[in-house]
């Protein structure tokens, strides 16, 4: 595997590469794990070259959250993506990316949907990940570029800027992996205490629940998704939303809705955890 920080080299790289065939790009904070995994050995599927970057990316982080603290484990990231045959490893310094300060950066903003859900707990947080996504994508000039659908929104976002911007770029989206007990795989569950870890796949079976009970019966709605967050709060979770919507749309469903997606999100201890699950939605 080739591994590159400076972008002259980034360029001259995946010129050649281009040579040789399609690129596929798989965007990364690193500290990779098995989901990870699952996306480069998928771009594989769709690309003669296999790029991924690190690049822990302050500007998605908001002033209380975890820039500082978020696991930095460049030795073992190497390993991995070596074990699953990526070509280039491309992880720029913070020089590289932002070489003015963060006020003084042109920034990327995908209007609306950035400011609902996630976007609404966390102010700027789809302005930073736009941003670096976009710059990310004008570096590797992929064909392809491969994104888990465990942050739902965030592919939303990304589907909206590439298509919004022309950006000759396929989004493909992949779906999440999950431990054998139904936790997402996150880099963020290594914040939970074992105690909080084992209650935390309490909210995918909360999503699985719900889902099920709505592709059956959409008047239940209010109902039982207040139910799962008061069960989720009473097993030690703060739940921030709960929200069930067009998969399309990403909006609240409509009597046209036929595929609905519920999002999730809820604090443990001092993990945020996101989740999604999608359902066919109960004929009305
Ligand atoms: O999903 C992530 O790891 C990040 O948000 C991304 C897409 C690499 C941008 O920093």
Redesign the pocket.
């Known amino acids: 595997m080739k591994m590159i920080e400076q972008l002259e080299q980034l360029r001259i790289a995946t010129q050649l590469a281009k040579q040789l065939g399609r690129v596929a790009f798989v965007?990364?904070?690193g500290n990779l794990h098995d989901g990870h995994l699952t996306l480069m050995r998928e771009a594989r599927k769709y690309a003669q070259t296999v790029i991924c970057?690190i690049?822990?990316?302050p500007m998605?982080f908001g002033a209380n959250e975890d820039l500082n603290k978020y696991p930095r484990t460049l030795d073992a990231d190497i390993a991995a993506l070596e074990s699953v045959g990526v070509d280039l490893l491309y992880f720029p310094s913070i020089d590289t990316m932002y070489p003015k300060p963060l006020v003084d950066q042109t920034k990327v903003e995908v209007p609306v949907i950035s400011d609902l859900y996630c976007g609404a707990s966390r102010p700027g947080h789809f302005v930073?990940?736009a941003t670096?996504?976009a710059k990310?994508f004008n570096m590797v000039q992929p064909d392809v570029a491969l994104?888990?659908t465990k942050?739902f929104q965030?592919l939303a976002v990304?589907r909206r800027m590439v298509t919004d911007l022309a950006m000759p770029i396929e989004i493909i989206g992949v779906p999440t992996v999950r431990n054998a007990d139904g936790l997402a795989m996150s880099s963020r569950n290594q914040y939970l205490t074992s105690e909080q870890r084992a209650i935390a796949p309490m909210i995918y079976a909360e999503l699985k629940q719900l889902a099920e009970t709505l592709s059956q019966d959409l008047s239940q709605l209010e109902q039982q998704s207040a139910d799962s967050q008061r069960r989720l709060a009473e097993a030690g979770f703060e739940p921030d939303y709960l929200h069930v919507l067009d998969m399309e749309t990403l909006l609240p469903l409509t009597d046209q809705s036929q595929q609905g997606v519920i999002l999730i999100a809820a604090k443990l201890g001092a993990a945020r955890l996101i989740d999604n699950i999608e359902f066919t939605c109960a004929p009305k």
């Open positions: 965007p990364t904070m970057s690049f822990v990316n998605q930073g990940v670096v996504v990310l994104f888990g942050d965030q990304i």
